[in-house]
Every structure is written in structure tokens, then in C-alpha cells.
């Protein structure tokens, strides 16, 4: 059977079915560095007892630790990590989705242990009673996050006649049963069956050979020939539609939604009828419901679009962020809303509409980058229980067939009578009278009258509201551009050195698709001189885009993108896509920045936005925090987040229509122009640039950010309580200092960190049982280097944690040194396979490329080449060296910094007591602290930003 796939796709496909039943999607791809696999299981929470909530993410949790075959818990992940692999898993409301990468010469041992999960794993008494720890441990994650929240809201509120009602995470008090490992053994065998998976293999090796491992070793799945069982009634009918929910908030939000309930969707993958007005309704040109909302100062953003997709039932949903103002006319923006639908109605179904959405999706389509193996086949697998075969690789993104009776039909739907209203605030907090189960979310609930009903079914056109014109941006020229001999190069090349610019040029010869990356850093002092200054930046950057909206959407729609942003060294500007109208999206951006006016109104309305922005900050999850305040004890000056609240109270529109001035006078751009485009072209931008801008020399110098240099020998301790009274989470990040970045060091600690990762999980949050989030790796920041730890748990606290770090640490030496020869050559080739891997897009090479230009300004293009050298050389007893000296508990060289976040219920010990410590050093006052320590000197490469350095 043919399978449609993007014209630019050279990998081969094959598509059969075992006589167990399992349905298999092989990709053969000789030119792919990883190799990869997925199996969706066709169960998911909806499949849960009604006694067991969480059973299927449990199940999931549990197939990793330990089979019959493979019956070490630790076996699949440490396979994994010594050659180059990564794993994961998800489980939703009707599948469960297994997913993995490996170097290539390791797919075949990686299948069979694959294999294995769906064959026959142990769950043993043991692990089961450890895992329920890091099942509820995510959960803890969670209960404070207002985006899981929303979801367990929308669910715990639905009918309880449907499986959309159940808690798909689970928690130890849902799971916490005697019978608990039966239940598991109990749930796989009876749902675990061939005849409801789809597996996906991506490798080098032909189809044959792939198809004769995917027969070996994944016959004996035994097919139950399962057939699921229906779902009674509707997760939205009648006693939940027609109500309005208002809902506490845990931060300072204010989101209206709107739900509808629709059928499933699956099967009109062709007509794709909700696109059409979520398309519209989602328009943010002019006349659309989002820019008239915000000339009348109601909202700030809107989505619109389907929300949840199941093979019962679809949600459509549209979103709103509100202004202080707009919490209180919500009748009036439901109304403007029925009043673009009622618009659409009047218009009639516009083929020309249609015609466009199916020509972006077309180009999207034929111009589609490459995913990561581990994305792709995860994504595969899954939309094979979605779609027929021949269409799998196509249906998530075409749009074939116009059906404008089926549009209108599900246009009908979006009626008040079939909607239901929710609307999040803190504003609401002790005005509620209900409680949900699962998060304790406050919420009160309403019927909507019958009077707004009908005004909401038939209100008065609105003439301020008007269907989208053409889009001018729809790319139409997709020839690839010669390269000249003199600018070929593997690495961008200095086409323009001079007082004002510096221009790294790279002509695409990879990809070869019509696309460009530009990216500028726009270097000025004045950004970071006051926090007073870095707010006023931000304003500046937020209300330019927000100006530039209505233009700008449409190059958006046609795959052209672009972003400003207030850095600590000025503005950093980026437009990527199709190249062949990109001149014009970066000639507005650049002119409204040099002729910006403030305008007073959104001033205000973008002011208030931005200080919940920095008051939410706060809330972020523990472990945010604890790595925000190591970049406060290390950076030499940094404003804080509460210095930012308080500067944003003193910027009026005038403040910030002189600063724009100051901020543009004097400037040096650095940038790199990257993709399909001529090295003229490029310095045409720049000429462009600087025309527009017109910006001077920098003549002004200023302090550049540099690294505290911590004391050897010395635990540095900088501990708080959690900002938000209500999370019982704890966090840590252990920072060891190792010093200024160079080739040599940068190889041994990514070696290192590749060896530590497996046994530092395994330890710590599979034994142990920490937290479910456990983290380590590498630091980098203006030029140095360092290893980081990091735990977040709502059963322990921060102080505990770092002991368990630093006992893991001790023991891990003893490992290092007893490792074999042959797992110490398995380690060093999986880093060099993953340092040596190749680029999937246009997007991650540039990406690649901008870090050795930004940070910190290193210019070494062939990094991974230059430390894959350094790896080869690299001894065991190197090692050993380095993590005596760098890491090690018992040694006097060390440099330790311990960020510390205690959560909910948690106490810390005294700064006195920890004091007597001579070997500790706690920060109370961290600016105080900066000054009394040494600096790291900056790296200096030779290409010097002019007058910018000291």
C-alpha cells in the first residue's frame, strides 16, 4: 500500500501486520544517526476502575522496571544511556505511548528489550510499593500548576456517565491498595494485547532487515483480540452546558474560556471542519474579534481552536487572556464572539477561505522539517490508531476536500445552548462555594439565564467586526538560491566586520528547503544600567509586537515569524521561515522600532500585563526558584525580580517614549544570516538595518556580566522558603563550580555527566524514591562551566536532599573507579555519538551556530569536532582526577553552591546553627555576598564587541 508522504521525504516506508495482530509502520532511513521506536497501547485513564484512578499511568510507570527476560529494574535505562538512547512515556485518555532513540548500531538489543514491556514485565511487590512514590510525586508537581488545574477542572465537572470524569494521574491515596500489584498484573493482561497496539521502527538498516527484527521480537505479544468497551453518554450534555464557572486561580490570572462539545473528529481528517473557524475566530488581523477587543481595552490574546480530540468526542475552545477591565464585561465578550459567528454565518462558507488554509497546509506540508527520530515514530505510532495507513504521514497536517454543508453543520454547533463558559481569576478567591476533588480547585458554579442565551444566539452584527482579506504573505517562490564559491563554507563565515555591525554569514546547503534564519543581537548599555531600564526594554519589545499584530499575523499564518526581546546587552531580534517575503516582515519590524509612538492606552494594558508577569513569577514551581537564585549568588550584577515589580510602578508613556531614543542612539549588531540567501542579500539587510536605525558608534561603555568565583573547600548555602504558602514541594540545585570553559573541560564534564546520569536517577528517584524530578548536568554561564544536581520533592526536605546528593556522590566515586573497561568505552562512544549527531532542520543548526555567537561570544563553530578529539584521549584515571578534584565530597579543592527551596511544611535549620559549620558559608544578603568575592576574568576570543567592554 502506497503511503503519502511530503514530496521532499526520501525515507522508505513499509507498512504489514503480524499474526498476532500488531500493526507495524517500518522507516528505513540510511542517512539517520539515532534510530527509534513507538508503541501506543490503545488504553489509556478512560480505561481505569472507578476504584483506581491512575491505573494506566501507574501501569506505565511500572513496564520499566524489570521483565522476565530483563529482570534488573535498571537494565533498560542504563542500556539506554551507555549507547546514546533516551525514553519516555505518556499516558492519555485513550492510549498509553512508549517511545525511544539509540545509536543505530544498538536498535536490534534495544527492540527485544522494548519488546519485553508488552510481553512480560514483573511489576514485583518491591518496585510497585517504590513507584507509587514517584506517581504521587508528579502529582504533588502538579496540584499548584493552574494549567493542570484548568484540565482536571474541565474533567471533574463533566458528566460523571463518561470516562472524561476520571483523575488520569493518580496519586498515592488512589493507588494505596493491598491488591494494587494484582490490579496492575490484572489491568495488563487484560488490556496489554497485541490487536490494540501500533508499533513504529525508524532505522539505518533496510526494510527487510527491520521487518525481520520487528517478527522476532515482537511475535509473542500475546493477541487477547480485545475489543474496548463503549462509552456511555456525552462528557458535556445538558446538566454541564449553559454554565458559567468561575474558578480561583493559584496565580494572578484572568482567562475566559468558552467550550463547545462536538463529535469525534478523526474521521473527517480530509474536511478538517473546525479548522475553518478556528482559522477565523482566531484571526488577530484587523476586524477580527481579538483586535476589536483590543481597542476596547477588554483582552490581550485569544486562541481558538480544538481542544481536546478523542475517537468518542472533540472540544472547541476559545481562549482569552482579559484585561484588569475585561473581568468585568465577560456578557460582552461572548457577544462580540457570537457576533463574528453570526458574521461567518451571514458571509456563507467562503471557498477562497478554504483555498488558502488548504495551500498553507499544502506548503507546510511539502516543506515540513525533518523531527527527531524519537518525536517522529512517537507521533507515528499514535496517529496510526487514528488513521488509515495510506494517509497516516499526511492526515495530521492536509486538508483535501471542501465540504461547506459539514462546515455549517458544525458551525450550528457553536450556539450558547451547547457551550459552557469558564473563567479563571484570583479575583475570585473567598467568593466560591464549591470544591473539586482532585485539586482542591475553589470554584463557584452558575446557569446562564435564558435572556443572555438568546441574545447570544442571535445578536446584532457588529460592523466593527468584518471577515480576514487575502494574505499577502502566502509564500510563492520556492527556488533555492546558488551559493557563491567564495562564501561556501561548513561554518558561518565574517562577511562584515566594522564599528557598527558584525555579520556571520552561512549559505544552506543541508536542507535545501526555501527558508532563512536571521538572527540579531542588538547590543546597547542602556538596557541593563537600572532595572527601571531592562523594564522599559521589555515594554518596548511587547508593545512594538503588540502594534505590529494585525500585520504581522498574517506572515505568521504563512510560515514567516518573528520576535523581539529585551536582553541584559539590549534587544535580540529574530525572523525565520520561507525566505522569499521575508524583507518585508524585517523592513516593518525595524521601521516601527526606529519611528515608535506609544500609544496610551495599550501602554497601560501591556504595563499591567507584564507586572503579573513578574508577581506570577514567584509562584513558579520550587525548583524554578531554586536555579533563579544561583544565578543571583553567581552573576556579578543581576537585577532581581523584585526589583523589576518595583521598577514598573515608576514607567509612565512618557518615560518610556524618551527612553526608546536613548535605547537606539547607540548600538552594535552582531547577527547571523543563515539558510536560503545570498551572502548580498545579506549585507543588504545590515545596510537596511542601519539605514532605518540610524544608530551611532557605541561609545558608551559598561560593566559586562562576569561569574562569581566561589571559594574552594566551601559549601556556599543559600536557602529560602517557598514563595507560595500552599506548595508542600521542596527543591535543590547543587552547583559545582569548575571554571572558565575551555575544550578540554567542557569534553570531560559532558563525559562525566553522560556516565553519572543513569545511576544518579536510578539512586535517587527510582530507589529512593526523592522526587519525581531528578536532574543532572552541566552549567554554563558567561564562559565558565560547572555540574548541577537538581531535586524537586514534596516528601523530603531541601536540607535531606542535599544529603542523599552528597551520600550519592561518595558511593558514586567507588563505582567510577570499579566501572569496566568495556562500560567505560560504552559511555565514551555514546557521548560522541551524541555530540557528533546531526542536525534535523534549518532551525537547530542555526540555533547551534547563535549559542557560539551570543554566549559567550566563543565563535567555536566546531566545538562538537574539537571536543569528540578530546573524549577519544580521555582515561579512566582522567576522570578520576577530575571528580577528585571538582566533585568529590572528601575533596579541599571543591567550589559547592546549594540552592535551597523548602516547601509547605518544611523546616530549615538556623543560619546560626548552620554557621558553626566552618567548612559552610551562608548567604543572607546576596549582593553583599558578590562583593566580597572574586570574579572569573572574561573570555576574550579576539573579536571584541568595539567599545562595549571596560
Known amino acids: 500500500m502506497s503511503i503519502r508522504k511530503s514530496e521532499q521525504d526520501n525515507r522508505l516506508y513499509r507498512h504489514f501486520t503480524l499474526p498476532n495482530a500488531l500493526d507495524v509502520l517500518l522507516i528505513s532511513d540510511p542517512t539517520t544517526d539515532k534510530s527509534a521506536a513507538s508503541m501506543d497501547v490503545k488504553v489509556g485513564f478512560f480505561n481505569d476502575p472507578e476504584e483506581v484512578p491512575g491505573l494506566a499511568h501507574f501501569c506505565e510507570h511500572m513496564v520499566f522496571l524489570g521483565t522476565k527476560k ?5 537494565s533498560y535505562l542504563n542500556f539506554l544511556s551507555e549507547h546514546g538512547g533516551n525514553h519516555n512515556a505518556f499516558t492519555s485518555t485513550e492510549e498509553t505511548n512508549y517511545y525511544f532513540d539509540i545509536t543505530p548500531q544498538f536498535l536490534e538489543e534495544t527492540l527485544d528489550r522494548f519488546a519485553q514491556f508488552f510481553i512480560h514485565p514483573l511489576f514485583t511487590q518491591d518496585s510497585t510499593e517504590r513507584e507509587m512514590n514517584a506517581v504521587d510525586s508528579e502529582h504533588a508537581k502538579n496540584i499548584q500548576n493552574d494549567g493542570w488545574r484548568s484540565e482536571q477542572f474541565l474533567r471533574s465537572t463533566s458528566s460523571v456517565d463518561h470516562p472524561y470524569h476520571k483523575f ?56 487477547k483480540s480485545v475489543t474496548l468497551p463503549g462509552f456511555n453518554g456525552r462528557p458535556l450534555s445538558e446538566p454541564n452546558l449553559k454554565r458559567k464557572y468561575s474558578v480561583v486561580s493559584i496565580k494572578d490570572l484572568r482567562t475566559l474560556s468558552l467550550i463547545w462539545p462536538f463529535g469525534e473528529q478523526h474521521t473527517l481528517y480530509t474536511k478538517k471542519p473546525l479548522n475553518y473557524f478556528a482559522h477565523l475566530i482566531g484571526h488577530e488581523g484587523p476586524g477580527s474579534v481579538l483586535s476589536y477587543l483590543k481597542k476596547k481595552g477588554l483582552a490581550n490574546s485569544l486562541l481558538a481552536g480544538s481542544s481536546v480530540e478523542t475517537s468518542d468526542f472533540s472540544f472547541f475552545k476559545v481562549s482569552l487572556d482579559l484585561t484588569e477591565e475585561g473581568i468585568n464585561f465577560i456578557e460582552d465578550i461572548i457577544t462580540s464572539i457570537y457576533q463574528y459567528i453570526k458574521l461567518i454565518k451571514k458571509d456563507g462558507i467562503q471557498q477562497w477561505i478554504f483555498q488558502e488554509m488548504k495551500q498553507l497546509a499544502e506548503i507546510g506540508f511539502r516543506f515540513k522539517d525533518k523531527e527527531k527520530p524519537i518525536s517522529y515514530v512517537s507521533s507515528i505510532s499514535s496517529w496510526m490508531q487514528q488513521y488509515p495507513i495510506s494517509n497516516v504521514l499526511s492526515a495530521p497536517y492536509l486538508i483535501d476536500e471542501y465540504d461547506p454543508e459539514l462546515i455549517s453543520q458544525h458551525l450550528n454547533l457553536l450556539s450558547p445552548n451547547n457551550m459552557r463558559v469558564h473563567v479563571f481569576s484570583k479575583s475570585f478567591e473567598g467568593k466560591t462555594s464549591k470544591t473539586e476533588k482532585w485539586y482542591n480547585v475553589a470554584y463557584s458554579e452558575d446557569a446562564i439565564s435564558t435572556e443572555l442565551l438568546q441574545k447570544w444566539q442571535d445578536p446584532p452584527l457588529n460592523p466593527e467586526l468584518v471577515l480576514p482579506n487575502h494574505n499577502p504573505f502566502i509564500p510563492d517562490d520556492f527556488s533555492l538560491k546558488e551559493p557563491h564559491a ?88 529574530h525572523v525565520t521561515g520561507y525566505n522569499c517575503k521575508q524583507r518585508v516582515l524585517l523592513q516593518k519590524v525595524i521601521q516601527r522600532m526606529a519611528k515608535f509612538k506609544v500609544n496610551t492606552e495599550r501602554f497601560q494594558l501591556i504595563k499591567e500585563a507584564v507586572t503579573r508577569e513578574y508577581k506570577n513569577f514567584q509562584l513558579e514551581q520550587p525548583y524554578s526558584r531554586a536555579l533563579y537564585n544561583i544565578n543571583l549568588c553567581t552573576e556579578s550584577f543581576r537585577w532581581t525580580n523584585e526589583e523589576y515589580i518595583e521598577a514598573i510602578e515608576d514607567i509612565d508613556p512618557t518615560f518610556l517614549q524618551d527612553f526608546i531614543p536613548r535605547l537606539l542612539e547607540s548600538l552594535f549588531i552582531e547577527g547571523l544570516i543563515h539558510g536560503n540567501i545570498s551572502h548580498k542579500e545579506a549585507l543588504d539587510i545590515f545596510d537596511t538595518i542601519e539605514g532605518v536605525l540610524k544608530p551611532k558608534p557605541l561609545i558608551i561603555t559598561f560593566q559586562e556580566q562576569r561569574v562569581i568565583k566561589l571559594t574552594k573547600g566551601k559549601t556556599h548555602l543559600c536557602r529560602m522558603y517557598g514563595l507560595d504558602p500552599e506548595n508542600n514541594n521542596s527543591a535543590i540545585e547543587n552547583f559545582y563550580q569548575i571554571g572558565i570553559s575551555t575544550i578540554q573541560l567542557t569534553a570531560t564534564l559532558d563525559l562525566l555527566c553522560q556516565i553519572i546520569q543513569a545511576p544518579a536517577y536510578s539512586q535517587l528517584r527510582t530507589t529512593e524514591q526523592l522526587g519525581y524530578l531528578v536532574f543532572t548536568g552541566t552549567r554554563s554561564d ?96 582522567d576522570m578520576l582526577e577530575f571528580y577528585d578534584k571538582y566533585i568529590s565530597p572528601d575533596s579541599k579543592e571543591r567550589r559547592k553552591l546549594s540552592s535551597q527551596v523548602f516547601g509547605k511544611g518544611f523546616s530549615m535549620v538556623p543560619n546560626e546553627e548552620a554557621k558553626k559549620n566552618p567548612d559552610v558559608v551562608v548567604i543572607e544578603d546576596k549582593r553583599a555576598f558578590k562583593r566580597s568575592m572574586p570574579l572569573f576574568p572574561l573570555v576574550y576570543t579576539g573579536l571584541d564587541r568595539k567599545s562595549s567592554r571596560l
Not at 530483563?70 to 535498571?74: L, T
Not at 491488591?179 to 487484560?190: A, G, N, T, V
Request: aromatic share 10%.
Open 782 to 877: 558567561r564562559g565558565t562551566e560547572g555540574f548541577r544536581v537538581i531535586i524537586q520533592s514534596s516528601v523530603k526536605d531541601a536540607g535531606f536532599l542535599d544529603e542523599r546528593i552528597e551520600a550519592f556522590l561518595k558511593t558514586f566515586r567507588a563505582d567510577l573507579e570499579k566501572m569496566p573497561n568495556d562500560e567505560w568505552e560504552r559511555n565514551v562512544a555514546s557521548v560522541i555519538d551524541r555530540k557528533l549527531e546531526k542536525d534535523k532542520s534549518l532551525r537547530e543548526e542555526t540555533k547551534r551556530y547563535w549559542r557560539e555567537i551570543i554566549n559567550p561570544h566563543l565563535y567555536q563553530f566546531d566545538r562538537a569536532i574539537k571536543e569528540v578529539e578530546v573524549i577519544k584521549k580521555l582515561k579512566k584515571q
Open 486 to 573: 567564495e562564501y561556501t563554507s561548513s561554518y558561518p563565515i565574517l562577511i562584515k566586520n566594522s564599528e557598527l555591525s558584525r555579520i556571520w554569514y552561512k549559505h544552506d546547503q543541508t536542507f535545501k528547503k526555501p527558508k532563512a534564519n536571521l538572527c540579531f543581537d542588538i547590543v546597547t548599555p542602556v538596557t541593563y544600567q537600572s532595572p527601571k531600564n531592562c523594564v522599559a526594554a521589555t515594554l518596548f519589545s511587547r508593545l512594538l509586537a503588540d502594534s505590529l499584530t494585525e500585520f504581522s499575523y498574517d506572515a505568521d499564518l504563512g510560515g514567516l515569524h518573528y520576535s523581539l526581546s529585551a536582553t541584559i546587552e539590549g534587544l535580540q531580534l
Open 168 to 223: 488520569g494521574t493518580g496519586s498515592k491515596a488512589t493507588l494505596t491498595r493491598e491488591d494494587i500489584r494484582e490490579q496492575l498484573l490484572s489491568f495488563h493482561s487484560k488490556y496489554y494485547s497485541s490487536n490494540l497496539m501500533k508499533l513504529a521502527v525508524l532505522g539505518q538498516e533496510s526494510l527487510d532487515q527491520l521487518e525481520r527484527w520487528v517478527k522476532e521480537k515482537f511475535s509473542d505479544i500475546p493477541n
Open 70 to 74: 530483563y529482570p534488573d529494574e535498571a
